[in-house]
């Protein structure tokens, strides 16, 4: 069965350092993938969506890479800061529907002034 | 002021009880969900509805039953059959183009209390 991990449960950085957060998936090949951010009590914020034909993809400080071959994604926030202390998830749509999604654990991170 | 509202926050229930929880976009989007989280565990899809009077089955459905009477709205209802009911229950909803659905909007979800 389709499989999705997430790296490390806390991810601990310097403010301004780069976070580089991973998402690895077994089993399956997803048509696209997506990030989101999720605060303490409160539902998940989409950040980026990237398709299985799309290497990389940027918005403002993050960045998501999608590697279909090692099948891993890669979300980077660069000169993180406080703010940005939240837990990521990412979502992969199921195979051989266009309406569905496995989501990630998640991993918390936190960036330390 | 577009989104997903989800009511109540906080709902506290005694063990064989039905309960329902409310979920309403103005979005326009086709496509809600229900999604329980629990502590260290990812979303799990409870039910899904692609159009108005349709809906199905995600992969925790027993014990949870929902409707989709208009294209705004889709309650949950968690029955007593469910074995164990507390979680924060999240509602969701997205566009439908070219046959996929996109990026998903969240409301801000319930926590159930099941006592």
């Known amino acids: 069965s389709q499989k999705i991990e997430q790296n490390s449960e806390a991810l601990n950085i310097q403010e301004g350092k780069t976070a580089t957060l991973t998402c690895n998936y077994t089993?399956?090949?997803?048509?696209?993938l997506q990030w989101y951010r999720q605060d303490p009590g409160r539902g998940p914020v989409f950040l980026l969506l990237?398709?299985?034909?799309?290497k990389e993809k940027r918005k403002e400080r993050l960045k998501v890479t999608f590697d279909t071959t090692l099948k891993q994604s890669l979300f980077h926030i660069t000169a993180s800061q406080p703010a940005d202390s939240a837990t990521y998830l990412c979502?992969?749509?199921?195979?051989?529907?266009?309406?569905?999604?496995?989501f990630g654990t998640g991993t918390s991170l936190t960036v330390i002034p | 002021d577009g989104g997903i509202t989800q009511s109540p926050k906080y709902l506290f229930r005694k063990e064989g009880q039905n309960v329902t929880l409310s979920c309403e976009q103005n979005?326009?989007?086709?496509?809600m969900y229900w999604y329980r989280q629990d502590p260290g565990q990812g979303l799990r899809l409870i039910y899904y509805?692609?159009?108005?009077?349709?809906?199905q089955k995600g992969d925790i459905a027993e014990g949870y039953s929902v409707s989709r009477e208009k294209k705004e709205s889709f309650p949950l209802t968690v029955t007593s059959a469910q074995k164990n009911p507390t979680a924060f229950y999240l509602c969701?909803?997205?566009?439908?183009?070219?046959?996929?659905?996109?990026?998903?909007?969240f409301g801000p979800g319930t926590r159930l209390t099941v006592t």
């Open positions: 969701a909803s997205s566009k439908w183009t070219s046959g996929r659905a996109g990026e998903q909007y």
């Open positions: 979502a992969l749509d199921r195979v051989n529907t266009g309406n569905q999604f496995y």
């Open positions: 089993n399956y090949s997803p048509a696209y």
């Open positions: 979005l326009n989007h086709d496509a």
């Open positions: 990237i398709r299985e034909n799309e």
């Open positions: 509805s692609q159009i108005v009077n349709d809906f």
